[in-house]
């Protein structure tokens, strides 16, 4: 018998007021006691559910439906949220999937507000968008290295809430997973990246150097925690040293978001009847 969820992701993973960083073990798996034979056997249910949900989503933003989902993804270095793109939403056809992965700002988004660039990239109706990084780099990366004057990291919480409500309230389902990995597991993979031809592309030198401040992205993480996990956009911590259990849990959120949406196919606008008739008529 596969093993299935005993809880699911979303109660358990759910970041609330009482979340601490520190401490959280980042190769439990909670809610699961099954291993990845048995998650790969949840996520091939969930590939063939997920796709028939898209197709809804879809169908709905197509015939005047403004409903949407955005999958937010944010980890540091090596965290697999890459993977996530590739094994997750790889699952879904890929004309209903708006990616966006967002990196060092250009000089023309950083002569804007910095959710300038993230409101030009939410998904349309119909769309399950995936941010790759997001508006949460304004107080992670850019928090960590003081990269704007006056500390306005409160401020800045407040006005991400706000602007989460405001797309949740115009039909957005937002699900904002942290893929959090232990320091240990990142050395690992870094190290893997540099003995491996094949993996040489994905280093970046930074990489070490942001790998310098991990006790204040930490700092910065657990501050954007308390600050930002509401109840229309909650954080979900994702335990990642386990690619595969990863994987499971957003392909397991993603899936209940997508169920909760109630979508049905949308009903024909013309009399089913009568295209019947007139095809059937029709000699050529
Ligand atoms: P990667 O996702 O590995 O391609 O790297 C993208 C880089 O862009 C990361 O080092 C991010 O921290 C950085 N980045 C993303 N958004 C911002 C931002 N708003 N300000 C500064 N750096 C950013
Ligand atoms: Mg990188």
């Given amino acids: ?42 996520m091939d249910k969930h590939a063939k559910a997920l796709s028939e949900l898209q197709e809804k989503l879809f169908a709905d933003g197509r015939t005047g439906g403004t409903t949407s989902v955005l999958l937010v993804l944010q980890g540091m270095d090596t965290a697999g949220k890459g993977g996530i793109v590739r094994h997750v939403v790889g699952m879904v056809d890929p004309q209903g999937v708006q990616h966006r992965a967002f990196g060092k700002p250009t000089d023309e988004e950083l002569s804007h507000h910095y959710l300038w660039r993230i409101r030009n990239a939410l998904p349309a109706p119909g769309k399950i968008g995936v941010f790759d990084r997001s508006h949460y780099e304004d107080v992670l990366v850019v928090r960590v290295h003081d990269l704007v004057p006056g500390a306005p990291w409160a401020e800045r919480y407040a006005e991400i809430n706000a602007f989460e409500a405001e797309v949740a309230a115009a039909g957005t389902r937002i699900i904002k997973c942290a893929m959090l990995i232990s320091p ?39 501050a954007m925690f308390d600050g930002t996990s509401t109840d229309v956009a909650p954080w979900y911590a994702v335990p990642a040293d386990n690619k595969w259990f990863a994987r499971l849990v957003v392909g397991s959120l993603l899936f209940e978001a997508l169920s909760s949406l109630n979508l049905g196919w949308p009903a024909a606008d013309f009399d089913v009847a009568e295209q019947q008739r007139r095809l059937a008529e029709l000699e050529i």
């Fill in 1 to 42: 018998m596969t093993k299935k969820w005993d809880v699911f992701p979303s109660t358990t993973l759910k970041v609330g007021q009482d979340f601490r960083l520190a401490g959280f073990d980042t190769a439990a798996t909670p809610g699961f006691s099954g291993n990845e034979k048995d998650a790969l056997k949840i």
């Fill in 184 to 222: 240990d597991e990142q050395k690992r993979r870094l190290a893997e990246r540099l003995e491996r031809a094949d993996k040489y592309w994905k280093f970046n030198p930074g990489d070490i150097d942001e790998r310098a401040y991990w006790n204040e992205y930490q700092a910065a993480y657990q």
